[in-house]
Structure formats: structure tokens, C-alpha cells
């Protein structure tokens, strides 16, 4: 990752900031880029070991490790909170969307080179709150959506829960800014000919996720800082004794937290995208279908939320609404999906690793969809809120799929990022030691779940032994895997081989693969005329 | 087999999970039966939409791969492929969209219940109260390993089950005395949260007299998993019977226990 410094040269503007400097005061997309994904790495292990650790208590009935349970609680919410805004989010957008969203328009940095070095270390500085909170006083055990009353001063009285929503607003505020920040950029920032409706689609999917989060975390914001009035200056929102209700504070957080899952997935949908298209050696099917999908998708995410609440005391009509207008994505959805599939019909295939996780992502994507779309029914609902068949779908679509998109982008754009190539055999592995690793830690799960087993605890009846059992062997096998990825990284950057400027044949048009591998430190320096030339998906 | 498996969830006794269940615990309530049925429509189209998905997968890795395919097309629309790929999952939306809608305004009250009961949630017990029966209340905490007897399930036993009539529409009402927690039965299709400051209201017919077990399905607090639910339904005789005796037994005894079980400490309840 410091080579791409070393291959400019060109233009006579040699000099850039060197040692501590550099990544301190960073104002270059690529460099912010790389420390995200550094961060998220980083955080991936600590997020990652938590899993683990839960998920050796539950491995067999009864408690062997954790009989403190609070600190049991402070795992299962420590593991949200780092997975979703420490880990998919700073790889996927503060990390790829950073790296590639400039150089596929191309343009020579970020709107707002600065605001995105703050960004950046806000999501540092809020990774930091949040380990901190979890030490604080107990920690915060209340799950990652933070229910009042639990959360309040009377049931988490100490400091914990306050630091974590502090941690929680450095994180939302870099949000916002990385989001105004690609917003601008890329309205105002490609070169002349691309037009928007010629753009790649992973620029779209960083495009559609930015409204998303500009438009849903001031709500958490909000939220959060009602949560912290109520728990440190008297007020009571949330607190039925003052007037309040504890359903609020869960219409704010979740009509932030339902776009959230969408801020979540659709880069990687602009990933698999561009994944797809490349190795198939054909342009993506339907191109405009997919880019007004994923709008359509981000749009309706924001009138669904309540289907996290199917149970708790809405009135029938609501979740009436809430069922239809919730089935309602799973149109857009589909659409993407045929025309991933109808983009590899015809094409000629090159089974790289990346192509290998992009097919792995339309498949697990589609099953983690379809138990998505049953668990929109309030009626099932009934049988499955709050049990392990929720924490199957959810995994099966984040921590699978979106996990697979981060895959496939990182073994697509590692030798542009560094000019190192991965080792394919090794990669190979990764892919299938991975693949089978969590199917067998969240297929299982859905058997739990329909069985009846709640979400969120440290033991269980006997019963659901088994199946917890099968699913903690499958956490050792996704262990090993990912040992395996970081050794795959270390052996890249350390002694992969040459990567060419496009080392992926005739099917990578993108601009990214029109500049040298490593990619300069400053590239597109003069802007590429595009009038009249091919659309650049 | 399947038919076994899809009208009565499969397991062999009622009230709980067996071990490796890989399906619903048997239907005990009509709301339940309703769900199932429901649900059979949704699994057919969850499979078929899965297998479809994966078939076209391995076809196109089989037949489009660089090898058996060195020259790619260059097709990028097919408009009658985009019109039936959006119109065809908006008509499989419908027919699931019509049963989910009954089901929900099915499950959501009964009119003409013959009784109520009323359920508080704690940290981390359960109270329950029966307003038309003269009031009487008691708690209902997890008996813990060390004191179980002999053929009583591991965290779900509780010292005082939730006696009911089967046959019977019943009135449920939730609140809670602290916070958010969540009474569900997975055999009666039953879930719903208990608010501080609000009540909830469902309703429930236990088909058959048997004991049918839930769990607290709320994180609120450290002994989240340790407030399961039991219910013993018996005949309506039986019913009346039993609360002829509560009324004298729980009128004045509901202090001593609560108090006994929370200086235990956290935790202390599942060990």
C-alpha cells in the first residue's frame, strides 16, 4: 500500500507529504482510502472475536464462559455496532467508494479533500469511544438498538451507555460529511461526457447510499441525543412516567436503522456490479434498470421501517402498511438479480476469485432475500421476532453477502490499489474455507429460530443444543478463513506479483484501469475527455 | 412425511422444542394453525425462487465459462425479459400479500373474549394478574438447574406456571413494571412486547389442555434468558377449580417471593 507512491512522476508535481504527515493530514482520496480499510480490518478482528466468543458460550447448554452477563450483552452489542459502523461501512464506502468513485468519474480527488480527512478520523476517534464505553462502568448491554427503558439512567445508570452515543455521533457526523462529500463529487465533478447516465454503477450505488445517509442519520442523531438528554438532563422522551413513550425512541432509531441495512448493501450491489460485468466480458444487462433499482430501493427503504416493530403494539392497519410497502422492495431487488444473471448469459466467463465471490453474493444474497421477504409478513412475525431466524436473515444478507462484496472488491482493485496481485490458489481457498464456514454458522440458525429460540441470550434450553452446536464449528471454520485472508493480504502486498495497469482483459472498462497499477499518487490530473466514447459501466 | 411436516410442525411432543428441530413447534392455537398454513405458501416460494436463482447460476457457470464460450454477446436489453422479471414478482407479492393481511387482522384481537388475563413484565420474572377473576396475582419466576426436578425442561420450568382454560378466548393485556420485555409462545403463534406506560392487547385460544412454554423475547436486562414463560391449559372445570384456591392462595402472599429471588443477585436465578 506504500508503493503507489514511488510510481508517479509525470507531471512534475512529485511532491507529497511523507512519514506521519501524510496520514495524518491526508487530503488524497486514495490514501484516506487505504486507512479505512485498515480501520476496518482492524476492527474486523475485534468485531470478529466477539462473535467468537458468544458464540463459544453458546456452543453447548449451560454458561462456561461468560457468567457475567452483562458482559455478555456488552459482546452482543459491542459485535453490532463494530460489524455494521466499523467494518462494512469504512471498507465499502469510506474505503472503495474513497479509492474508486474519482477515478472512475475521473477526477483528481474528492470535492472536499480535507472533509474527507476528517471523516476519517472521526470513524477513528468513534471506534476509539466505543471500546472505551464497553469498559465504561459495565458497558452498554442493550443490544445495538439501544431500547429504552434499558438504556436509560435507571437501568444503565454509569457512563456507558452516554459514551457510546457520543461514539455513535462522531460516527454519524463522518457519515454525513463522506456523504455530502460524494454527493458533490460526483455531481459536479465527472469528466466531460460522463454524463450520470453513463457513470459505472458502483458510482451510482456510492451515489444512491449517500442520499441515504445524509437523509437517515440525522434522525439517529436526533434520537440519540434524546436518549442522552433523558438519561443526563431530566427530560423523558422515552420514559412513560413524563409524558413519553419507549415506542418512540424505536420509530427514530429504526427509521434510521431500516435505510442503514440498504447504506449497508447496495455499494456492494455497485461492486458486484462492476464484478459481474468484468468478468463475463459484457456490459451489465439493463444498465439503467439497475442504476433506478437501487435508487427505487433506496427510496422505498426509507417507508419500512416499522417492520422491526411488528410486535410492538402498532395498531393493525400500520402494520398493514408496513407489510405491503416492505414486500414492495423485493421488486427492485429481483430486477438486479436477473440482470446480474442475464449480464453472465451469453458472456465468457473468467472464474477469478472476485467472479467466484460475486456469484457466491447473487446466491447467498438471494436466500438471505427470500427469508427477508417472509419475515415482512407481521403474521409470521409472530413466530419469528426476536428469535434466531431474524439474526439468520440479517447475517445471511450483511454478514454473507455484503462480506462476499467486500471480497470480490478487494481481490477485483487490490494490485490498482497496491500493484501487487493476489495469490489465486490461496484465494481460492479463502473463498470456499469461507463460504462453507458461514453457511454452516447461519444456515442453522434459521432452524433455531423457527423452533422458537429467542435472540440475545447466554444459554438455552436444551433443545436447541444441537444446531448451536453446528453453527459454533462452522465460527472455527469462518475463523481459520479469515486467518487465512489476512495472511493472503500480507503475502500480496508483500511479495505478490506485478499487477499490470489492467490485469482483467478486455471486459474492465472503467477508468480505474486506464491509469497505472499502483495508482499514482495523484491521477487523472488532467481530465479524460469522454464526449462520444463508449458508456463507461 | 411432509405432510406431517407441514400441518404439524413435525415434533412429536407439545409445548417445546426437541432437539435438532429444524421446523415449528406443533400448532396449539388457531392463530398458530393460521400461521403455518401461511407459511406453507411462502416456503414453496422461498424454495422455488432459491432454486430457480442457483439453477440459473449453474447454468450459466456451465455454459457461458471462458472455455465453452470464448466470444461473448454483446446483448444489453431484452425489454420483454425486464417487463416479465419485474411483473411476475409483483404477482407473487399479491398472492402472498392477500393471506399475510388476513392473518395479521386474524391475530391481532377477538372480539368476544371470555376472559382476561394481564401480564407484567420485570426484570425478570413475569406477574400475572386475572382482573375478572377478583384480582388475584402472583409471579412467575425460573426455577434454576440446581433446584428442577426430575423431567422438568432446563430454563423453562418456572415455581408458579400460568394456569389457563383450553377452549377457551382469552383476553391477553401486557404492560411492564420496568423495561421493554416480550411474552411469546411459539406453539400458540403469541408474541408481544411489554411496555412500560402502555398496554398491549392480543388474545389467545389454547386448542388443547397441555403445558406450553415460551420465552422472554426482549433483551432487558442480564437475566433476559432466564423469565421463561409456562403455561398449563386445563378443562374449563379444572379452571374454575384452581381459581377458587388462587383467589385465597395469592391474595396476600405476592411479597415474599419476589423479594427472596431478586437478593439472589443476577444471574443467581440460572445457576
Known sequence: MADHAAADGDHGHDHHPTGWRRWVYSTNHKDIGTMYMVLSMFAALVGGSMSMLIRLELMNPGIQYFADFQFYNVLVTGHGFIMVFFVVMPALIGGFGNWFVPLMIGAPDMAFPRMNNVSFWLVAAAFVMLMVSAFTQGGPGTGWTVYPPLSNATYHPGAAVDIGILSLHLAGVSSILGAINFIVTIFNMRAPGLTVHRMPLFCWSILVTSFLLLLAIPVLAGGLTMLLTDRNFGTTFFEASGGGDPVLWQHLFWFFGHPEVYIIIIPAFGIISQVVSTFARKPIFGYLGMAYAMVFIGFVGFVVWAHHMYTAGLDADTRAYFVAATLVIAVPTGIKIFSWLATMWGGSIDFHAPMMFACGFIFLFVVGGVTGVALANSGLDLAWHDTYFVVAHFHYVMAIAAVFGMFAGFYYWIGKMSGRMYPSVLAKIHFWAFFVGVNLVFFPQHFLGIAGMPRRIPDYPDAYAGWNYVSSVGTFITSASALLFFFIVWRTLTAGSKAEDNPWGEGAKTLEWSVPSPAPFHTHEDLPDLTGKQPAE | ?271
Open chain 2, 1 to 271: 412425511m411432509l405432510g406431517v411436516l407441514f400441518t404439524t410442525g413435525g415434533a412429536l411432543a407439545s409445548g417445546r422444542a426437541e432437539p435438532w428441530q429444524m421446523w415449528f413447534q406443533p400448532a396449539a392455537s388457531p392463530v398458530m394453525e393460521r400461521i403455518l398454513e401461511f407459511h406453507n405458501i411462502i416456503f414453496v416460494i422461498e424454495v422455488g425462487i432459491v432454486a430457480l436463482v442457483l439453477g440459473l447460476l449453474c447454468y450459466v457457470v456451465i455454459r457461458f465459462n471462458a472455455k465453452a464460450n470464448p466470444v461473448p454477446s454483446t446483448t444489453t436489453h431484452n425489454t420483454l425479459l425486464e417487463v416479465i422479471w419485474t411483473g411476475i414478482p409483483m404477482l407473487i407479492l399479491i398472492v402472498i400479500a392477500v393471506p399475510s393481511l388476513k392473518l395479521l387482522y386474524y391475530a391481532d384481537r377477538f372480539e368476544k373474549a371470555e376472559m382476561t388475563l394481564k401480564i407484567t413484565g420485570n426484570q425478570w420474572y413475569w406477574t400475572y394478574t386475572y382482573p375478572d377473576r377478583g384480582g388475584f396475582k402472583f409471579d412467575s419466576f425460573l426455577v434454576p438447574d440446581n433446584e428442577l426436578k426430575k423431567g422438568q425442561p432446563r430454563l423453562l420450568t418456572v415455581d408458579n406456571p400460568v394456569i389457563l382454560p383450553a377452549g377457551t378466548n382469552i383476553r391477553l393485556l401486557f404492560t411492564s413494571a420496568d423495561v421493554i420485555h416480550d411474552w411469546a409462545i411459539p406453539s400458540l403463534g403469541l408474541k408481544l412486547d411489554a411496555v412500560q406506560g402502555r398496554i398491549n392487547e392480543s388474545w389467545v385460544h389454547i386448542n388443547a389442555e397441555g403445558d406450553y412454554y415460551g420465552m422472554c423475547s426482549e433483551l432487558c436486562g442480564v437475566n433476559h434468558g432466564f423469565m421463561p414463560i409456562h403455561i398449563k391449559a386445563v378443562s374449563k372445570d379444572a379452571f374454575a377449580a384452581w381459581v377458587e384456591k388462587a383467589k385465597k392462595n395469592f391474595a396476600a402472599a405476592d411479597g415474599d417471593a419476589r423479594v427472596r429471588r431478586a437478593e439472589a443477585g443476577p444471574g443467581a436465578a440460572a445457576r
